[in-house]
Nanobody
Framework: QVVLVQSGGGLVQPGGSLRLSCSAS????????IGWVRQAPGKEREGVSC?????????YADSVKGRFTISRDGVKNNTVYLQMNNLNPEDTAIYYC???????????????????WGQGTQVTVSS
């Protein structure tokens, strides 16, 4: 059983930035795919960004490319971040982190069948 605890999020004005954190009850996430998924009201879940298992390649949805960055903590091997810059109202959603083994390549963005999910955190972009 893997427990994911998220922090960050909140209310920000358009053009602002936020950083989301996700810490796992593991010593390391090295063998896991890690995804950030969001769900806006009335919309389906959307993969935002992910790090694949294995080589650890990163992937981004077209809607966030150039604005969001996923990264691992260089010291805490069980923590992942999503840095979100130049936010706009369309980014308003509940954001979830998720992890699982055996998800490789861009599947980590397209296939949201992760086995373990964080509790979710609200991000609201509004003036």
């Amino acid at each position: 059983q893997v427990v994911l605890v998220q922090s960050g999020g909140g209310l920000v004005q358009p053009g602002g930035s936020l950083r989301l954190s996700c810490s796992a009850s593991l010593s390391t996430l090295d063998y896991y795919a890690i995804g950030w998924v969001r769900q806006a009201p009335g919309k389906e879940r959307e993969g935002v960004s992910c790090i694949s298992a294995g080589p650890g390649s990163t992937y981004y949805a077209d809607s966030v490319k150039g604005r969001f960055t996923i990264s691992r903590d260089g010291v805490k091997n069980n923590t992942v971040y999503l840095q979100m810059n130049n936010l706009n109202p369309e980014d308003t959603a509940i954001y979830y982190c998720a992890v699982d083994r055996g998800i490789y390549g861009s599947t980590c963005l397209q296939n949201l069948r992760y086995g373990y999910w964080g509790q979710g955190t609200q991000v609201t972009v509004s003036s």
